[in-house]
Protein backbone atom coordinates (compact mmCIF):
# COMPACT_ATOMS: atom_id res chain seq x y z
CA UNK A 1 0.00 0.00 0.00
CA UNK A 2 1.18 3.49 -1.00
CA UNK A 3 0.90 5.98 2.19
CA UNK A 4 0.80 9.71 1.65
CA UNK A 5 3.65 10.08 4.61
CA UNK A 6 5.71 7.27 5.32
CA UNK A 7 8.59 7.54 8.11
CA UNK A 8 11.25 4.12 8.47
CA UNK A 9 12.97 4.34 11.43
CA UNK A 10 12.67 8.42 12.04
CA UNK A 11 15.01 10.04 14.85
CA UNK A 12 16.38 13.39 15.59
CA UNK A 13 19.14 13.98 18.53
CA UNK A 14 20.18 17.28 19.68
CA UNK A 15 23.70 16.29 21.40
CA UNK A 16 22.91 13.36 23.90
CA UNK A 17 18.95 13.81 23.97
CA UNK A 18 17.05 11.60 21.16
CA UNK A 19 13.83 13.98 20.23
CA UNK A 20 12.60 11.55 17.95
CA UNK A 21 13.74 7.83 18.26
CA UNK A 22 13.01 5.59 15.40
CA UNK A 23 8.92 6.52 14.96
CA UNK A 24 7.50 4.91 11.76
CA UNK A 25 4.42 6.51 10.53
CA UNK A 26 2.27 5.49 8.19
CA UNK A 27 -0.73 7.90 6.85
CA UNK A 28 -3.05 6.40 4.09
CA UNK A 29 -4.97 9.49 1.67
CA UNK A 30 -8.06 10.94 2.71
CA UNK A 31 -7.39 10.63 6.06
CA UNK A 32 -7.45 13.10 9.39
CA UNK A 33 -4.09 11.85 11.76
CA UNK A 34 -4.33 12.67 14.75
CA UNK A 35 -0.67 12.88 16.29
CA UNK A 36 -0.48 12.44 19.70
CA UNK A 37 1.09 13.37 22.82
CA UNK A 38 2.29 15.48 25.88
CA UNK A 39 3.88 18.90 25.36
CA UNK A 40 7.57 17.93 24.51
CA UNK A 41 6.95 14.45 23.80
CA UNK A 42 8.68 15.30 19.81
CA UNK A 43 5.73 16.03 18.20
CA UNK A 44 7.11 19.18 16.75
CA UNK A 45 10.47 18.14 15.80
CA UNK A 46 8.77 15.15 13.86
CA UNK A 47 6.73 17.35 12.10
CA UNK A 48 9.58 19.95 11.24
CA UNK A 49 11.36 16.92 9.64
CA UNK A 50 8.39 15.96 7.80
CA UNK A 51 8.54 19.57 6.46
CA UNK A 52 12.00 19.92 5.64
CA UNK A 53 12.63 22.51 7.92
CA UNK A 54 14.63 20.04 9.88
CA UNK A 55 17.26 17.11 8.71
CA UNK A 56 16.49 13.92 10.25
CA UNK A 57 19.74 12.32 12.17
CA UNK A 58 19.21 9.18 10.88
CA UNK A 59 15.90 7.45 8.88
CA UNK A 60 14.01 8.20 5.88
CA UNK A 61 10.94 10.13 5.02
CA UNK A 62 8.93 9.71 2.47
CA UNK A 63 5.89 12.41 1.20
CA UNK A 64 3.56 10.79 -1.80
CA UNK A 65 5.89 8.04 -2.38
CA UNK A 66 9.17 10.51 -2.98
CA UNK A 67 12.41 11.18 -0.88
CA UNK A 68 12.02 14.21 1.19
CA UNK A 69 15.76 14.85 0.82
CA UNK A 70 15.54 14.43 -3.29
CA UNK A 71 12.35 15.61 -3.96
CA UNK A 72 11.70 18.93 -1.52
CA UNK A 73 10.49 21.24 -3.03
CA UNK A 74 8.09 19.39 -5.39
CA UNK A 75 6.66 17.84 -2.19
CA UNK A 76 6.39 21.03 -0.49
CA UNK A 77 4.00 22.57 -3.32
CA UNK A 78 1.57 19.65 -2.29
CA UNK A 79 1.99 20.43 1.52
CA UNK A 80 -0.33 23.44 3.62
CA UNK A 81 0.78 23.94 6.75
CA UNK A 82 0.65 25.68 10.06
CA UNK A 83 3.13 25.57 12.76
CA UNK A 84 2.82 26.99 15.68
CA UNK A 85 1.49 30.49 15.57
CA UNK A 86 0.27 32.04 11.85
CA UNK A 87 2.37 34.61 10.20
CA UNK A 88 0.30 37.29 9.66
CA UNK A 89 0.86 41.39 9.06
CA UNK A 90 -1.84 42.98 11.26
CA UNK A 91 -2.13 46.26 9.53
CA UNK A 92 -3.53 44.45 6.76
CA UNK A 93 -7.00 42.99 6.03
CA UNK A 94 -7.71 39.26 5.69
CA UNK A 95 -8.30 39.82 2.19
CA UNK A 96 -4.98 41.43 1.78
CA UNK A 97 -2.72 39.02 3.47
CA UNK A 98 -4.13 36.35 1.54
CA UNK A 99 -2.91 38.52 -1.57
CA UNK A 100 0.37 38.63 -0.67
CA UNK A 101 0.29 34.99 -0.41
CA UNK A 102 -1.73 34.28 -3.51
CA UNK A 103 1.46 36.42 -5.23
CA UNK A 104 4.30 33.84 -3.81
CA UNK A 105 2.61 30.86 -4.65
CA UNK A 106 0.88 32.02 -7.79
CA UNK A 107 -2.82 30.84 -7.84
CA UNK A 108 -5.51 33.28 -9.71
CA UNK A 109 -7.14 35.85 -8.00
CA UNK A 110 -10.65 34.03 -7.25
CA UNK A 111 -9.07 31.23 -5.01
CA UNK A 112 -8.81 33.99 -2.21
CA UNK A 113 -12.59 34.09 -1.98
CA UNK A 114 -12.37 30.16 -1.79
CA UNK A 115 -10.47 29.97 0.58
CA UNK A 116 -12.27 32.58 2.84
CA UNK A 117 -15.48 30.69 2.39
CA UNK A 118 -14.16 27.53 3.18
CA UNK A 119 -12.86 28.81 6.86
CA UNK A 120 -16.01 31.11 6.70
CA UNK A 121 -14.23 34.96 7.09
CA UNK A 122 -16.00 35.96 3.88
CA UNK A 123 -18.12 38.48 6.03
CA UNK A 124 -14.33 39.78 7.77
CA UNK A 125 -12.48 39.94 4.46
CA UNK A 126 -12.11 43.53 4.33
CA UNK A 127 -11.24 44.22 8.10
CA UNK A 128 -7.81 44.66 9.88
CA UNK A 129 -6.17 41.42 11.40
CA UNK A 130 -5.17 43.03 14.19
CA UNK A 131 -8.73 43.03 15.23
CA UNK A 132 -9.11 39.37 15.09
CA UNK A 133 -9.73 36.71 17.20
CA UNK A 134 -7.30 34.16 18.33
CA UNK A 135 -9.86 31.91 16.51
CA UNK A 136 -10.06 33.95 13.64
CA UNK A 137 -6.79 34.15 13.38
CA UNK A 138 -6.39 30.48 12.98
CA UNK A 139 -8.70 30.12 10.46
CA UNK A 140 -7.06 32.61 8.49
CA UNK A 141 -3.79 30.67 8.64
CA UNK A 142 -5.32 27.33 7.58
CA UNK A 143 -7.04 29.60 4.93
CA UNK A 144 -3.26 30.55 3.84
CA UNK A 145 -2.45 26.80 3.89
CA UNK A 146 -5.14 25.88 1.68
CA UNK A 147 -4.35 28.81 -0.85
CA UNK A 148 -2.42 26.71 -3.30
CA UNK A 149 -4.95 23.61 -2.80
CA UNK A 150 -2.76 21.39 -1.00
CA UNK A 151 -2.62 17.73 -1.20
CA UNK A 152 -1.75 17.49 2.37
CA UNK A 153 -2.38 19.79 5.53
CA UNK A 154 -0.31 19.56 8.64
CA UNK A 155 -1.72 21.28 11.50
CA UNK A 156 0.49 21.85 14.54
CA UNK A 157 -1.81 22.33 17.74
CA UNK A 158 -4.12 24.37 15.76
CA UNK A 159 -6.98 24.57 18.67
CA UNK A 160 -3.83 25.79 21.35
CA UNK A 161 -4.86 28.60 23.48
CA UNK A 162 -8.85 28.97 21.62
CA UNK A 163 -11.36 29.32 23.27
CA UNK A 164 -14.60 26.67 23.41
CA UNK A 165 -16.31 28.30 20.61
CA UNK A 166 -13.56 28.59 18.44
CA UNK A 167 -11.99 24.91 19.13
CA UNK A 168 -15.09 23.74 17.71
CA UNK A 169 -14.82 25.86 14.50
CA UNK A 170 -11.39 24.92 13.60
CA UNK A 171 -12.72 21.58 14.48
CA UNK A 172 -15.35 21.42 11.87
CA UNK A 173 -13.73 22.67 9.38
CA UNK A 174 -10.42 20.07 9.80
CA UNK A 175 -13.30 17.23 9.88
CA UNK A 176 -15.14 18.75 6.25
CA UNK A 177 -11.76 19.01 4.76
CA UNK A 178 -11.28 15.32 3.77
CA UNK A 179 -15.01 14.42 2.18
CA UNK A 180 -15.06 17.93 0.20
CA UNK A 181 -11.89 18.41 -1.15
CA UNK A 182 -9.79 14.33 -0.98
CA UNK A 183 -7.29 16.47 2.04
CA UNK A 184 -5.14 14.73 4.03
CA UNK A 185 -4.66 16.29 7.22
CA UNK A 186 -2.09 15.36 9.90
CA UNK A 187 -3.15 17.31 13.39
CA UNK A 188 -1.19 17.23 15.78
CA UNK A 189 -2.03 17.98 19.60
CA UNK A 190 -1.54 16.92 23.05
CA UNK A 191 -5.42 16.70 23.72
CA UNK A 192 -7.26 13.25 23.06
CA UNK A 193 -10.41 14.84 23.79
CA UNK A 194 -9.71 17.08 20.46
CA UNK A 195 -8.07 14.19 18.53
CA UNK A 196 -11.08 11.50 19.23
CA UNK A 197 -13.52 14.02 17.95
CA UNK A 198 -11.61 14.63 14.99
CA UNK A 199 -9.78 11.65 13.74
CA UNK A 200 -9.73 8.33 11.77
CA UNK A 201 -6.66 7.30 12.96
CA UNK A 202 -3.76 8.47 15.44
CA UNK A 203 -0.52 8.13 16.45
CA UNK A 204 0.63 7.95 19.95
CA UNK A 205 4.23 9.10 20.59
CA UNK A 206 5.87 9.56 24.00
CA UNK A 207 9.44 10.77 24.77
CA UNK A 208 10.02 10.72 21.14
CA UNK A 209 8.72 7.02 20.23
CA UNK A 210 5.86 6.20 18.98
CA UNK A 211 3.88 3.74 21.09
CA UNK A 212 0.58 3.23 19.54
CA UNK A 213 -0.79 3.44 15.96
CA UNK A 214 -4.32 2.21 14.69
CA UNK A 215 -7.79 3.40 13.69
CA UNK A 216 -9.34 5.59 16.82
CA UNK A 217 -11.95 2.63 16.46
CA UNK A 218 -9.27 0.32 17.44
CA UNK A 219 -7.82 2.67 20.22
CA UNK A 220 -12.02 2.72 21.59
CA UNK A 221 -11.71 -1.12 21.47
CA UNK A 222 -8.29 -1.14 23.70
CA UNK A 223 -10.99 0.82 26.30
CA UNK A 224 -13.08 -2.55 27.15
CA UNK A 225 -14.88 -2.13 30.18
CA UNK A 226 -14.34 -4.01 33.08
CA UNK A 227 -17.43 -5.13 35.82
CA UNK A 228 -17.64 -4.76 39.56
CA UNK A 229 -19.73 -7.02 41.83
CA UNK A 230 -20.61 -5.95 45.06
CA UNK A 231 -22.39 -9.38 46.86
CA UNK A 232 -22.20 -11.11 50.15
CA UNK A 233 -18.91 -12.88 51.69
CA UNK A 234 -16.27 -11.39 49.08
CA UNK A 235 -13.43 -13.47 49.76
CA UNK A 236 -15.90 -16.76 49.86
CA UNK A 237 -17.53 -15.72 46.56
CA UNK A 238 -14.11 -14.25 44.94
CA UNK A 239 -12.55 -17.75 45.89
CA UNK A 240 -16.01 -19.79 43.87
CA UNK A 241 -15.45 -17.53 40.65
CA UNK A 242 -11.88 -18.88 40.72
CA UNK A 243 -12.80 -22.35 40.57
CA UNK A 244 -14.49 -20.94 37.14
CA UNK A 245 -10.68 -20.20 36.39
CA UNK A 246 -12.34 -16.37 35.40
CA UNK A 247 -9.52 -13.92 36.16
CA UNK A 248 -10.64 -11.40 39.08
CA UNK A 249 -9.31 -9.29 41.58
CA UNK A 250 -10.93 -8.10 44.95
CA UNK A 251 -10.42 -4.31 45.62
CA UNK A 252 -11.94 -2.89 48.61
CA UNK A 253 -14.15 -5.59 48.77
CA UNK A 254 -15.58 -5.33 45.64
CA UNK A 255 -14.69 -8.00 42.59
CA UNK A 256 -13.53 -6.60 39.61
CA UNK A 257 -13.78 -9.38 36.29
CA UNK A 258 -11.65 -7.22 33.51
CA UNK A 259 -12.70 -7.79 29.85
CA UNK A 260 -15.51 -10.26 30.58
CA UNK A 261 -18.03 -11.40 27.88
CA UNK A 262 -21.94 -10.87 28.67
CA UNK A 263 -21.76 -14.65 29.10
CA UNK A 264 -19.05 -14.83 31.31
CA UNK A 265 -20.66 -12.21 33.50
CA UNK A 266 -23.73 -14.19 33.22
CA UNK A 267 -21.73 -17.41 34.74
CA UNK A 268 -20.34 -15.35 37.30
CA UNK A 269 -23.80 -13.91 38.68
CA UNK A 270 -25.49 -17.26 38.36
CA UNK A 271 -22.84 -19.37 40.41
CA UNK A 272 -22.54 -16.86 43.05
CA UNK A 273 -26.86 -16.96 43.35
CA UNK A 274 -27.08 -20.66 43.52
CA UNK A 275 -24.02 -20.88 46.05
CA UNK A 276 -25.62 -18.74 48.16
CA UNK A 277 -24.67 -15.37 48.01
CA UNK A 278 -26.49 -12.23 47.84
CA UNK A 279 -26.30 -10.11 45.01
CA UNK A 280 -26.22 -6.39 45.31
CA UNK A 281 -24.79 -4.46 42.49
CA UNK A 282 -23.18 -5.77 39.23
CA UNK A 283 -21.83 -2.37 37.59
CA UNK A 284 -20.04 -1.99 33.98
CA UNK A 285 -17.18 0.26 34.38
CA UNK A 286 -15.53 1.52 31.17
CA UNK A 287 -12.01 3.10 30.84
CA UNK A 288 -11.76 6.45 29.07
CA UNK A 289 -9.92 7.17 26.68
CA UNK A 290 -7.83 9.57 28.27
CA UNK A 291 -7.05 6.42 31.08
CA UNK A 292 -5.81 4.66 27.92
CA UNK A 293 -3.80 7.73 26.81
CA UNK A 294 -2.18 8.31 29.94
CA UNK A 295 -1.44 4.44 30.20
CA UNK A 296 0.40 4.29 27.06
CA UNK A 297 2.57 7.48 27.34
CA UNK A 298 3.62 6.02 31.06
CA UNK A 299 4.61 3.41 29.13
CA UNK A 300 6.64 5.23 26.57
CA UNK A 301 8.63 7.10 29.27
CA UNK A 302 9.40 4.38 30.85
CA UNK A 303 11.33 2.67 28.36
Known sequence: MEYIIETK?????????????????????????????????????????????????????????KDITKNKL???????????NPSYY?????????????KVVNVPKARIDEVLEIVRLSDVMSKKVKGFSL??????????????????LILDEPTNGLD?????????????????????????SHLLSEIDQMATSVGVVSKGELVFQDS???????????????????????ERIQELEIPLEV???????????DQCVAQVVSTLVHSGHQVYRVEEVKRSLEDIFLQMTEKGQRR
Open 9 to 65: QLSKTFGREKAVNSINMCIKQGEIYGFLGPNGAGKTTTIRMLLGLMKASSGSIQVFG
Open 74 to 84: EILRNIGSLVE
Open 90 to 102: PHLTAYENLEVIR
Open 135 to 152: GMKQRLGIAAALLHQPKL
Open 164 to 188: PAGIIEIRELIKSLPAKYGMTVLIS
Open 216 to 238: IGQMRQIAKSKIIIQCSDVMAAS
Open 251 to 261: IQDRIHLSQPT
